[in-house]
């Protein structure tokens, strides 16, 4: 059985191939962080304060 | 997908913020002329080390397991605190709360727990059919069941104390003012109150409500009620999933059009995230939002002045200082 011989180089730099790859596993990321932003908060906003759950002004 | 690294948890934190803080700040002005009382005003019945609550949400476990039956077998005598959208389970259930609390600045969504008069005027969408948390609610004839609810809340309501936050929508609360519900009132804590034009502060500042920690979500809120303001030291959990159980159709998850919207409706099981719970033996999934609220809770949990006790028998709650126990178990201390 014979091959395929394709009338194209493969590039021989691995690391170009990992860039790609990373840019693209970021790319993900940023977009997935940009959906929460617009779509996922919740009921009410969450923030905790040096161990603090009730503040009552300064005092 | 993994669970949610700090810098998601921070974005969904900040999504939150976009979310309430305006919205829940305009709230608040509305509200200022019925702020009477605030939590302050609650002086603890049932203090000192052996004091108990259990705190009722609205999750999934809370059908499966129906713990009503057994708080009332067994003649509790603690403090029973329900999150809004348990309201209707519980009082079905003939298990009348000492408290009930609300914090969603949303005019319509937790409406529907306290009967909303204004159903038919609502926008038509898929919840009632789709996510409704109260099971009994869920489905079809809307109406009658609204009816129902508005029948239940305003008969028990005089005797229900309502924990609610400023941020909550003003045609709320003068529903839960018709049913007879003595109001007590909180900010929640929006952002670090020491940073300029804080929405905390200014929330402060406008009502003088004491700002309390809200954990994003009702239940938590219901949670921290019980330990910082009625200086409870042991809080049962029951119906606090933040989850859903294996087999749940994803159709049926509360972020079900956003998470189809953003993965597609043939990937959307990825954005789900898949956590073992080791006590039941069985893999239970959440989406990002309520990883946010759990990885949140169990953070507070190791640092709060009580003992928190799962009863739910069911989702991802579990870590530092929370104890995994059947809600027989917990009841069998007899603690009051």
Same mark, same amino acid.
């Given at each position: 059985?014979?091959?395929?011989?394709?009338?194209?180089?493969?590039?021989?730099?691995?690391?170009?191939?990992?860039?790609?790859?990373?840019?693209?596993?970021?790319?993900?990321?940023?977009?997935?962080?940009?959906?929460?932003?617009?779509?996922?908060?919740?009921?009410?906003?969450?923030?905790?304060?040096?161990?603090?759950?009730?503040?009552?002004?300064?005092? | 997908?993994?669970?949610?690294?700090?810098?998601?948890? /921070?974005?969904?934190?900040?999504?939150? =913020? *976009?979310? $309430?803080?305006?919205? %829940?700040? !305009?709230?608040? @002005?509305?509200?200022?002329?019925?702020?009477?009382?605030?939590?302050?005003?609650?002086?603890?019945?049932?203090?000192?080390?052996?004091?108990?609550?259990?705190?009722?949400?609205?999750?999934?476990?809370?059908?499966?397991?129906?713990?009503?039956?057994?708080?009332?077998?067994?003649?509790?005598?603690?403090?029973?605190?329900?999150?809004?959208?348990?309201?209707?389970?519980?009082?079905?259930?003939?298990?009348?709360?000492?408290?009930?609390?609300?914090?969603?600045?949303?005019?319509?969504?937790?409406?529907?727990?306290?009967?909303?008069?204004?159903?038919?005027?609502?926008?038509?969408? /898929?919840?009632?059919?789709?996510?409704? =948390? *109260?099971? $009994?609610?869920?489905? %079809?004839? !809307?109406?009658? @069941?609204?009816?129902?609810?508005?029948?239940?809340?305003?008969?028990?309501?005089?005797?229900?104390?309502?924990?609610?936050?400023?941020?909550?929508?003003?045609?709320?609360?003068?529903?839960?003012?018709?049913?007879?519900?003595?109001?007590?009132?909180?900010?929640?804590?929006?952002?670090?109150?020491?940073?300029?034009?804080?929405?905390?502060?200014?929330?402060?500042?406008?009502?003088?409500?004491?700002?309390?920690?809200?954990?994003?979500?009702?239940?938590?809120?219901?949670?921290?009620?019980?330990?910082?303001?009625?200086?409870?030291?042991?809080?049962?959990?029951?119906?606090?999933?933040?989850?859903?159980?294996?087999?749940?159709?994803?159709?049926?998850?509360?972020?079900?059009? !956003?998470?189809?919207?953003?993965?597609?409706?043939?990937?959307?099981?990825?954005?789900?995230?898949?956590?073992?719970?080791?006590?039941?033996?069985?893999?239970?999934?959440?989406?990002?939002?309520?990883?946010?609220?759990?990885?949140?809770?169990?953070?507070?949990?190791?640092?709060?002045?009580?003992?928190?006790?799962?009863?739910?028998?069911?989702?991802?709650?579990?870590?530092?200082?929370?104890?995994?126990?059947?809600?027989?178990?917990?009841?069998?201390?007899?603690?009051?």
């Amino acid at each position: 059985m014979g091959y395929l011989k394709g009338n194209y180089k493969i590039k021989k730099d691995a690391s170009a191939g990992k860039d790609v790859s990373k840019k693209s596993a970021r790319s993900s990321t940023e977009k997935f962080e940009e959906f929460a932003r617009a779509r996922l908060g919740g009921s009410i906003a969450f923030v905790m304060k040096k161990g603090t759950f009730l503040w009552a002004g300064d005092k | 997908m993994k669970r949610l690294t700090k810098r998601q948890r /921070d974005i969904i934190g900040a999504a939150s =913020l *976009d979310y $309430t803080g305006n919205f %829940g700040l !305009e709230n608040a @002005k509305d509200n200022l002329s019925l702020i009477k009382k605030t939590v302050i005003d609650l002086v603890p019945e049932k203090t000192g080390p052996e004091s108990s609550a259990i705190v009722v949400s609205g999750g999934p476990s809370l059908y499966k397991q129906d713990p009503a039956v057994i708080i009332k077998e067994m003649g509790y005598k603690g403090t029973i605190i329900a999150a809004d959208a348990a309201l209707g389970y519980c009082l079905r259930s003939g298990l009348i709360p000492d408290y009930v609390v609300s914090v969603d600045p949303h005019r319509a969504f937790i409406m529907r727990w306290y009967g909303d008069p204004d159903l038919d005027k609502r926008e038509k969408t /898929d919840y009632f059919k789709r996510q409704e =948390l *109260d099971l $009994t609610l869920r489905g %079809g004839e !809307e109406a009658e @069941k609204n009816r129902n609810q508005i029948i239940l809340v305003n008969k028990y309501g005089p005797k229900i104390k309502a924990v609610i936050a400023t941020s909550v929508a003003n045609n709320v609360v003068l529903r839960l003012i018709e049913a007879g519900m003595d109001l007590y009132w909180w900010n929640p804590i929006y952002d670090d109150w020491d940073k300029p034009d804080s929405f905390t502060r200014r929330a402060f500042e406008m009502n003088g409500a004491p700002c309390m920690v809200g954990g994003g979500n009702v239940g938590t809120s219901s949670w921290v009620f019980a330990h910082t303001i009625l200086k409870i030291k042991h809080i049962a959990l029951v119906g606090m999933d933040f989850s859903y159980s294996p087999g749940t159709k994803l159709y049926n998850t509360q972020r079900y059009h !956003e998470m189809r919207e953003f993965f597609g409706e043939d990937k959307m099981e990825e954005g789900y995230i898949k956590i073992w719970n080791p006590y039941l033996k069985e893999t239970w999934f959440t989406d990002p939002t309520y990883d946010w609220y759990t990885q949140g809770f169990v953070e507070m949990a190791s640092k709060a002045d009580c003992i928190t006790y799962n009863c739910t028998e069911g989702g991802i709650i579990f870590g530092k200082n929370i104890k995994w126990i059947k809600l027989r178990d917990f009841l069998k201390k007899e603690r009051s």
